[in-house]
């Protein structure tokens, strides 16, 4: 867990994710989702990797495009990391 945290901590990488995470069809390719990011295509690619080798992404090479798409069962993990820490927080029991 701690990895997949470590790798959505980066401002560039959590925004990718979660423009991979709301596209249509839960799947973008490189060419989707660098709109709006102010930095090189090879930057992009970099952070796409670290989100992959962390388990937050898959891809899949398609032509010369590759598409990337959220691992649902990581989504999942830090959704209800959160949670939990949101109900400690609060003090609601857990």
């Known amino acids: 867990m701690a990895k997949k945290l470590k790798a959505l901590a ?5 925004r990718l ?5 709301g596209h249509a069809g839960g799947e973008a390719c490189v060419c989707d989702v ?3 990011i ?9 952070h796409l990797k670290v989100l992959r080798d962390a388990g937050l992404l898959t891809s899949e090479r398609r032509a010369s ?12 993990d830090v959704a209800e990391l ?3 820490r949101t109900a400690t927080l ?4 857990t």
Do not use: C, K, M, N
């Open 10 to 14: 980066d401002p560039v990488r959590l």
């Open 65 to 76: 495009w590759v598409y990337y798409a959220v691992v649902p069962e990581a989504l999942l």
């Open 90 to 93: 609060s003090g609601a029991p």
């Open 17 to 21: 994710f979660s423009a991979i995470a």
């Open 34 to 36: 660098t709109g709006g």
């Open 38 to 46: 102010d930095v090189a295509q090879s930057t992009v690619s970099h």
């Open 82 to 84: 959160l949670d939990l």
